[in-house]
């Protein structure tokens, strides 16, 4: 194998990195709109009642479209066998639909989120392989234009692909944050890329609740409306990927043949050496499970968070997108001031803590009442204030506790679990609706989540687990 000298040394200095934070921030604020508009507010109602469109075609032939979907509940208590769609040869409920795209999406990040991680490090082309991924994303999100009618499949293949290409690119983005930040700086650089994230997503939220609210003196149907709100998420996420793309720098790696066949080998034997690894550093196990279990609640109640207050509150999508609009601005602050405390009271108690908050949160899901949108708002309120402290530090964290050069590889078992919904919880939800059909019951059961995942984390010894990796333990931890 030919070797090469090694590049010159990149400028580490002061000014050299917060150039690079800077950028760093940035894919925040890009895929954070793709998260928001799509995942959180638009995606879950918009797609059931299509669904829904697709079952009463097939179910009910000799009623209108429209009157079938609002009255489908009904229609279906009164002819149990019938309101399924078919998927793949299963017949999946409409309602669930969602929560089944939603799971295929994450069982394949398992699988490939690893191999990204590997290939990543094993090429050192970190900045490459976070644009591809970003921008194939970003034409899915853009693609969701054409999801009309009945056309539930063309959905949820389209939500696939984009969720799957946003992991893979988070796996990325993740794995430069020990690289462009000192482990004094990192809670902060964590913190604050999050909530700028919270900032664009919002930003672009709100530019959506007015083209929403206004859509009929727009000319524009319900439908239209959300389609092109859904379209905008993926341009946003194009267009301000450019910036860290010009600011992130790769790192030099050992030097390797670098055709794509050769990386893609040397990636799944090194990923097999990751996982081996593991068991030479229990305690970062135990952190990733940890986080794997509390961060599964986490993102399954935000993933579901727009299905429960339309099917469970029967509120509609103007009090959907309040809601959410607000938690992007709340959480922005709720980020930075979780950040704040981790510095007064270390990083590990300041996220025990969040997780006690969650659990209250999701308690309350039994005693919310249909129809009270002010309710809704101050459960929503309450989770923008440990919803980004609790991610943010929780990287931070994890970012401490893996040895340096296996970034991306650590990152994406992280990322398994991290934005977009993870699959054990969005499993339970699936089964909890298919049982039940209530989506009250689905959000309660994610207090086992925080329960679980807070013994774990407050059972991990951290500053061992972090000198254990070869790092340097920070003064609060």
């Known amino acids: 194998m030919p070797v090469t000298a090694p590049p010159a040394a990149l400028d580490d200095s002061p000014s050299a990195r917060r150039r690079e934070q800077r950028g760093w921030y940035f894919y925040d604020w890009a895929n954070s709109a793709f998260y928001t508009t799509i995942i959180s507010v638009f995606l879950g109602p918009y797609l059931i009642p299509v669904a829904k469109t697709a079952s009463c075609a097939q179910d009910f032939p000799g009623m209108a479209a429209d009157r079938c979907v609002a009255d489908f509940d009904r229609l279906v208590a009164d002819n149990p066998g019938l309101g399924y769609v078919d998927v793949l040869g299963a017949d999946i409920r409409p309602v669930a639909y969602f929560g089944l795209i939603t799971t295929v999406a994450v069982l394949l990040q ?26 194939v994303g970003a034409l899915a999100a853009m693609a969701l234009f054409f999801v009309e009618g009945d056309r539930y499949l063309l959905g949820g293949v389209l939500f696939v692909v984009a969720n799957l290409a946003y992991g893979s690119s988070i796996v990325v983005y993740d794995s430069f944050l020990p690289q462009i930040s000192t482990p004094r700086e990192r809670d902060d650089v964590s913190s604050r890329g999050w909530a700028i994230g919270y900032l664009g997503g919002g930003l672009l939220l709100a530019l959506n609740l007015v083209l929403f609210l206004q859509h009929e003196s727009l000319g524009l149907t319900e439908s239209m409306a959300v389609r092109i709100c859904m379209m905008s998420a993926g341009l946003w996420w194009a267009t301000f990927t450019i910036v860290p793309l010009l600011r992130l720098r790769n790192r030099p790696v050992p030097a390797h043949e670098t055709t794509a066949l050769r990386s893609v080998g040397g990636s799944f034997r090194q990923l097999g050496r990751t996982l081996a690894e593991l068991r030479r550093y229990p305690l970062t196990l135990l952190f990733l499970v940890a986080y794997l279990v509390y961060n599964d609640g986490v993102q399954t109640v935000i993933g579901n968070s727009a299905a429960f207050a339309s099917e469970a509150l029967k509120l509609d999508q103007t009090v959907q997108i309040g809601a959410i609009l607000m938690v992007q601005f709340v959480a922005f602050f709720g980020a930075l001031a979780l950040g704040r405390l981790a510095r007064s009271f270390g990083t590990k108690r300041t996220v025990l803590a969040s997780l006690v908050l969650w659990t209250g949160i999701v308690t309350t899901a039994l005693f919310v009442a249909e129809g009270q949108a002010l309710q809704f708002y101050l459960m929503a309120f309450a989770i923008a204030i440990v919803l980004g402290g609790t991610q943010a530090l929780s990287r931070s964290l994890f970012s401490q506790v893996i040895p340096k050069g296996r970034e991306a590889e650590y990152f994406s078992l992280l990322q398994i679990s991290d934005k977009g919904s993870a699959f054990i919880g969005s499993l339970t939800v699936t089964i909890a609706l298919q049982l039940t059909n209530s989506y009250r019951l689905a959000i309660v059961s994610m207090v086992i989540f925080f329960v679980i995942g807070f013994v774990l984390l407050a059972l991990t010894n951290l500053p061992r687990a972090i000198r254990a990796a070869g790092n340097e333990v920070p003064e609060r931890i």
């Open 110 to 135: 398992i699988v490939i989120l690893p191999i990204v991680g590997a290939l990543a490090d094993h090429t050192g082309r970190k900045r490459e392989l976070l644009g591809g991924f970003a921008y």
